[in-house]
């Protein structure tokens, strides 16, 4: 015990530790994720075919597998400065509570308006919009904190921005609506009526609650159709997991100041950037083979990309009109249950992570929302962070581990990242608190209908 509690239960780096260089872990990889391709010709998409839809070095980053590291812009790491490094915490408390002799780290990275780790790619994002002297952006947004995140980057660059936002958490959320109009930026609930896509959608059916992959799909028209726009997506895209592997940095460091190495490294995945960001620095001792940490993708029972989806080329899109990338996928056409992670609620996952889980370097695990709300409160009440639905994920594995370990004796070190908090997620407390909550499952009937979207590519 002694000896324990010289570990800090917050570690904060100092700011001139920021590492100053995001970290590709493709450069690493044994084998590269399947190109992505270009849904007209079906070859590999080139940068220049990017360019009528993201900024020229976001594409480049996009294809770039080489690069091992990329310096981080200077007016990118000032912003980063006000928020980061983020704390690395040890949950005595819950250690304490559960009865384990298993040591549990969490990376927090919900100390900023945004509430989550988004903001890390959005002022990304947002700086080299600025730097290609745009206008603005549109991007979509499911449970908020995407289009928060960007909506305070654009404002900080002075940039325009347009956010779909997914119709069930528009009119679940206007406060996250709020927010984002506070930093200016104008938000639409989708489908609307104001593209070809989400016309097309409300004529076939007026009720249509939306999706990720819906509002994806009117971003895209808007950006591609207006001067001096360009789309930006907060996940999923292998230039998102870069920015994100900031994450992972800090908590290398903070590891090693403390001589500890994680034995298991857990995260929530939803697109996969969180995760494909905390894990990039030990995912590369692990695929070359100086470590060997389990590393486990967390996933809601109601939207299992990786644990019950096709490994296969599909869109990133309801409306078919973005690149074809090879990734764990329940088909574009999905239609995910009311679950109240709403960041967890895409039908596909990122291709460095469906590519790392498909060579056997990752597990993933689906949990049931119930479950993950007994784990929030509990992680709430002990560590007194009300945590997202979506972090809660990657807590309810977390905690299974440590109580895993009760059972052995194996005093291990889990790691996992504690992605954002869950103040505008009150219904989904309320309905947990009053009972009311149900878990929602895909039969396997419902999974091969969505399956039969997938287009036929091998
Ligand atoms: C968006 C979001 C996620 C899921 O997205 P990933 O790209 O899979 O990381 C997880 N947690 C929070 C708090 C989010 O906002």
Redesign the pocket.
């Known amino acids: 015990m002694s000896n324990q509690t010289k570990i800090p239960h917050r570690l904060y780096l100092s700011e001139d530790e920021i590492p100053t260089q995001w970290y590709n872990l493709r450069a690493d990889m044994k084998e590269q994720p399947d190109a992505m391709l270009n849904p007209g010709t079906g070859q590999p998409i080139t940068e220049p075919e990017l360019y009528p839809v993201f900024c020229e070095k976001l594409a480049h980053q996009e294809l770039d597998s080489e690069t091992r590291f990329v310096d981080i812009p200077e007016d990118v790491l000032e912003l980063y400065k006000i928020y980061r490094p983020s704390p690395l915490c040890r949950a005595y408390n819950l250690e304490k509570q559960l009865g384990t002799p298993a040591k549990i780290y969490y990376k927090f ?2 100390n900023n308006t ?5 903001l890390n790619s959005a002022i990304a994002q947002a700086y080299y919009a600025k730097d290609q002297g745009l206008k603005g952006m549109t991007t979509e947004t ?2 908020g ?2 289009g928060t995140a960007l909506a305070e980057a654009a404002s900080y660059f002075g940039l325009d921005l347009v956010v779909y936002m997914v119709k069930v958490s528009y009119q679940q959320k206007p406060f996250r609506k709020a927010i984002m109009e506070t930093f200016d930026a104008k938000v639409i609930a989708s489908p609307s009526d104001t593209t070809n896509v989400g016309r097309a959608i409300l004529e076939e059916d007026p009720d249509n609650s939306g999706s990720l992959g819906t509002a994806i799909s009117e971003a895209v028209e808007v950006a591609v159709t207006s001067e001096g726009y360009k789309y930006v997506l ?3 895209l292998n230039q ?1 997991l870069l920015h ?1 592997s900031i994450i992972g940095l800090e908590t290398e460091i903070a590891l090693n100041k403390l001589g500890e190495y994680p034995d298991i490294v857990i ?11 905390l894990i990039a620095p030990f995912m590369r001792d692990k695929i070359k083979g100086d470590r060997n940490p389990r590393i486990v993708a967390v996933e809601p029972a109601s939207c299992p990309s990786l644990t019950r989806g096709k490994y296969a080329y599909d869109f990133c899109d309801t409306g078919k009109t973005t690149p074809l990338a090879k990734m764990y996928t329940l088909g574009a056409g999905f239609k995910p249950s009311a679950n109240h ?4 609620r ?1 039908h596909g996952m ?1 291709p460095i992570l469906s590519k790392l889980y498909h060579d056997g370097y990752m597990e993933a695990v689906s949990v049931e929302q119930t479950a993950v709300f007994e784990a929030a409160k509990l992680f709430a009440k002990y560590e007194t962070i009300l945590p ?1 639905p ?2 809660s ?1 990657a807590i309810r594995a977390a905690i299974d581990e440590a109580l895993k370990c009760k059972e052995t004796g194996e005093e291990k070190t889990i790691l996992f ?1 504690l ?4 103040y505008f997620d009150m219904v989904a407390y309320e309905q947990f608190n009053n009972g009311t909550m149900t878990d929602h499952i895909p039969s396997d009937a419902d999974l091969e209908k969505s399956f039969a979207t997938l287009p036929d590519i091998g």
């Open positions: 990275e919900g945004s509430g989550s780790h988004k499911g449970a904190q995407w907060g996940s999923v998102v994100q995260g929530c995945a939803g697109g996969g950037s969180n995760l494909g960001g992670a709403g960041g967890l895409y990122s997202a979506e972090s994920h990242g992605t954002g908090t869950g």
